[in-house]
């Protein structure tokens, strides 16, 4: 059984559960070329940077940069000093 990435994890709730988060499209970045999990938008054209992680204090934990994301989306947000400008969703709160 082959054990997925934080990342590869993130994407099926994700898809299934984007029309409720008024984003127009998505692109994936390449795991293995080290590009940034996603980049999404919505109708006003604002760009969303998307790292994928099981828990939002991973992002952290990984020594992600806060300046190369704004949006984290995980299943539990978990990291209580998350900085400000970076938006969490938390896929277990979610109501399909």
Request: one cysteine or more.
């Amino acid at each position: 059984m082959e054990i997925l990435s934080e990342r590869k994890n993130g994407y099926i709730p994700f898809g299934c559960l984007c029309k409720h988060f008024i984003f127009e499209g998505i692109l994936i970045g390449e795991e293995d070329k080290g590009e940034l999990d996603a980049i999404a938008w919505n109708i006003n054209d604002n760009e969303y940077i998307i790292e994928f992680e099981s828990f939002s204090s991973n992002f952290k934990k990984h020594g992600r940069s806060p300046e190369r994301c704004n949006l984290i989306i995980c299943w539990k947000h978990n990291w209580e000093e998350c900085l400000n400008n970076i938006e969490v969703i938390e896929l277990a709160e979610q109501k399909t």
